[in-house]
């Protein structure tokens, strides 16, 4: 029984963290139909700049808990500067083109980024773990978890319920729905195309980098964060379905728990769960749990 | 006319027995170069960079420049090797056993170096040394792990001058069973690939040897790179095992570091990091009181106070501003075996400049002083190094050097913790490591 329940507080740990990486990329698919490789590297330049923030927040001795918004105000920063420089800047021109073209943009963005950032911190570790160590522990099933967790999975939900809440609820979000129904038709209507665009990406951008930021804390920040990033993240939106927010949260939850499970039950499978999840939800449902059959416009 | 004919045929048959004296004295060995040149290859990206690759490089730059300017202590007081200049030729090890594998050729074929110094994976290592021996190009490895080279093969262009992974992990569990001979249980978190199945199998296989009732409650093996340990690290605060084992190394085992302590996971357990010397000069505090520091050798924190070392570490920290890890000192144990062997093929050559088949020679089975201390080529047929081990265990934070301080250090001497010549590794710690002698 207390395995079960450490097990699931596990599971759900890396669910949460497993959706703030990867819901930016299900985001930006849905409405611009664009696999956006260069996900990975935003997410390291939110890593880098959470990290490198907290450093010289913490080094002027400033109100430790002031850290967690330090870290906020990094990704904020990263995702809204990098975020419309490389949709304005290049990813606009491969609208219309085929997918493999798209594909190779992103990656050679992801490649630039990736020596960008090199460029910019070195290539020395970071440490920002104050935010970590801050809020103290909560024990659960007899051991001890970091309270920083728990933040995380609340940021997690938190981001998950405003997304929900921004497509649905707002007038913007309604537009967005209807560009990703029919990009056509909304322009007959009026919609700004370009506007619809760049402020999705930007938003993507900064889920991405929220989702380094926020990690950073807990890692050592390296060059190479990245590529592990995007690999899970893609396993991620494939099992949810490409380019829907709930399918990215349960696709989360789903890998989450099946790899804490292994972690403790079965410890020689944990390097497969995550593909294995992958693969038996692609045999029963070829396009992910809520991913939606399209009609082929000729 | 018929005088002067006679004459440029005298003449031409002294040019041809001149000519000829000279060639045959060129084929007698090669001439002295203007330059030793040395390949070396290291990470310079990628995650193994900045734990490994860059404080290898740096040894490198500051004993080659201190060596050609003939700056270093006895035995090597003498300018680069011979008198001849080093020049390095340095590039990145990232990309692949592969790459590498086309990056040797061109490094033998185009570079025209004289040897090679390099590798830090295995898979590397592993990958080259056949291309070294078909190029019959020298190779010294530096800094791969991997016991299987000399163990399932022999060569005649390729060394290694610092000991195998074996030696750390048998020294590991000799050092626990020393300072905790109450152990009862066992965990190991180890990287699911060569360098962490080898390394977690060699010590759980050396506990149970050395005492047979101790237990395994927990074997994981989240993968390369993970940094993300949450799961891991509640299965072994569950598991609660007398002591964890890890080979982790870089930003993995730095993220699990900082993920572990305000898990109290070292409250609960006696954590054993075989690497665990490159992260004391960086993470300063954030590794408590307790917790078990492997250098891959006597290196780093670990290294003999001897002269050799003394200069090295104040070389180095003068020029980077940090002390050198072990992957450094595996460097400068590279550098000094070369010098040693080229200047002793050089005086058994009367002074003429070596083959580099005669530079081999003197490599093999030779005994040469480092920084580490004295280093033997005693496996492999005189072609991999044999050394001790040293463990400490973390104190106190020193304010001075900002790094904890290492308490209860043992150094186990390289018989205790090598097979000896001839021996598999394996067949050595599976028969109860017949042949070892240890303090």
């Known amino acids: 029984m207390n395995q079960l329940l450490i097990i699931a507080v596990d599971g759900l740990v890396f669910a949460s963290w497993l959706f703030l990486v990867s819901v930016g990329l299900s985001l930006i698919y849905g409405v611009l139909r664009i696999l956006n490789i260069a996900h990975g590297s935003l997410f390291a330049v939110g890593a880098y700049a959470g990290a490198s923030l907290v450093v010289a927040y913490s080094a002027a001795g400033l109100w430790p808990p002031g850290a967690l918004g330090v870290l906020l105000v990094g990704a904020l920063a990263a995702g809204l500067v990098a975020g419309p420089l490389i949709e304005r800047g290049i990813v606009r021109w491969t609208y219309g083109r085929e997918p493999v073209m798209q594909l190779l943009v992103t990656f050679s963005v992801f490649l630039i980024l990736e020596d960008l950032t090199k460029l910019v911190w070195g290539v020395s570790p970071y440490y920002a773990y104050q935010p970590y160590q801050l809020l103290g522990q909560v024990r659960i099933g007899g051991i001890d978890y970091p309270a920083y967790s728990f933040l995380v999975l609340l940021v997690a939900a938190l981001v998950g319920a405003g997304l929900w809440w921004f497509v649905r609820r707002t007038r913007f979000g309604r537009v967005v729905v209807a560009v990703i129904h029919d990009p056509e038709i909304s322009v007959a209507m009026g919609v700004n195309l370009s506007r619809v665009y760049v402020t999705t990406f930007a938003l993507g951008s900064v889920l991405a980098a929220l989702g380094g930021a926020f990690t950073a804390p807990m890692i050592s920040v390296v060059p190479g964060i990245g590529v592990e990033v995007i690999v899970l993240a893609f396993a991620v939106v494939v099992v949810g379905g490409l380019g829907s927010l709930e399918g990215a949260a349960v696709g989360a939850l789903l890998i989450g728990l099946v790899r804490a499970a292994a972690v403790h039950l079965l410890p020689v499978l944990e390097l497969f769960t995550i593909y294995l999840v992958m693969a038996a939800v692609l045999l029963v449902r070829p396009l992910g749990l809520f991913g939606r059959v399209e009609a082929r416009r000729i | ?439």
């Not at chain 2, 199998?201 to 093996?221: C, G, Y």
């Not at chain 2, 010397?277 to 924190?301: E, F, K, N």
């Not at chain 2, 209860?408 to 599976?430: D, L, R, T």
């Open chain 2, 1 to 439: 006319m018929a005088g002067s004919t006679k004459g440029w045929l005298a003449l031409g048959l002294v040019l041809g027995v001149l000519v000829t004296m000279v060639g045959v004295s060129t084929w007698a060995g090669p001439v002295r170069p203007a330059e030793v040149r040395v390949g070396i290859v290291t990470f310079l990206s990628g995650a193994a960079a900045a734990p490994f690759g860059i404080p290898a490089r740096n040894a490198a730059e500051v004993i080659i420049s201190e060596l050609n300017a003939g700056r270093v202590p006895a035995p090597y007081n003498t300018p680069g090797i011979g008198g001849v200049p080093i020049r390095p030729v340095i590039i990145d090890e990232a990309g692949g056993a592969e790459k590498q594998v086309a990056e040797f050729r061109r490094l033998v074929l185009d570079e025209r170096v004289d040897l090679v110094i390099g590798y830090i994976s295995s898979a590397d290592c592993l990958a080259v040394a056949p291309v070294a021996e078909e190029l019959r190009a020298l190779l010294v490895m530096f800094d791969c792990g991997t016991n299987q080279i000399f163990e399932e093969r022999s060569y005649r262009y390729v060394f290694r001058t610092h000991g195998h992974q074996i030696l750390d992990n048998v020294g590991a569990a000799r050092y626990i069973l020393r300072i905790r001979p109450q152990v009862a249980t066992i965990a190991g978190i180890n990287q699911n690939y060569a360098w962490g199945q080898d390394s977690w199998n060699t010590f759980r296989e050396s506990m149970r040897k050395l005492k047979p009732e101790v237990r395994v409650l927990a074997e994981q093996f989240p993968r390369l790179f993970a940094g993300e340990y949450s799961a891991e690290l509640s299965a072994l605060l569950a598991a609660r095992p007398d002591v964890i084992h890890t080979s982790f190394w870089g930003g993995d085992l730095e993220s699990f570091l900082i993920q572990g302590l305000p898990r109290r996971i070292y409250e609960r357990s006696t954590l054993v990091l075989t690497t665990g010397d490159t992260v004391l000069p960086r993470l300063g505090q954030q590794i408590p009181p307790g917790v078990v520091i492997g250098a891959r050798g006597p290196h780093g924190a670990l290294a003999p106070n001897v002269p050799l070392n003394r200069w090295f570490r104040e070389v180095y920290t003068n020029r980077f501003n940090v002390r050198p890890v072990y992957p450094s000192y595996h460097m400068s144990q590279a550098l000094f075996g070369v010098k040693h062997a080229y200047e002793k093929a050089l005086a058994a050559n009367r002074g003429t400049w070596p083959t580099k088949e005669q530079v081999a020679a003197a490599l093999r089975g030779a005994t040469f002083d480092t920084p580490s201390g004295t280093i033997r080529m005693a496996l492999g047929n005189g072609h991999q190094a044999v050394e001790g081990v040293a463990y400490g265990i973390t104190s106190r934070f020193n304010t001075a050097t900002k790094e904890m301080e290492l308490t209860q250090v043992f150094h186990f001497p390289a018989e205790c913790v090598n097979p000896p010549e001839g021996m598999k590794s394996e067949e050595w710690i599976a028969r109860g490591f017949p042949g070892a002698r240890c303090p």
